[in-house]
């Protein structure tokens, strides 16, 4: 019997507290991380393109904050 809910697959931030709130990023979406300078938006990043590496065999980070000459050095 359908209960009108759509199950949706979450990769795990890799951040315990942030997890046990969130549940982890939905898998297939985009997920823009904003904030301050200093805030820790890489690291949450990186640990999120690390954990869904590790689940599903790859991850794509997009960073925006960068020139084009910055981003192509990364």
């Known amino acids: 019997m359908a209960t009108g809910r759509q ?12 997890d046990d709130v969130l549940g982890g990023a939905p ?16 690291a949450l990043a990186v640990s999120l393109a690390v954990n869904a590496a590790r689940s599903f065999g790859g ?10 000459r910055s981003k192509s050095c990364r």
């Open 7 to 18: 199950v949706v697959k979450l990769i795990p931030y890799g951040m315990r507290t942030l």
């Open 27 to 42: 898998i297939g979406h985009l997920s823009i991380i904003g904030g301050e300078p200093g805030n820790g938006k890489s």
């Open 59 to 68: 991850a794509h980070v997009f960073p925006s904050g960068l020139s084009p």
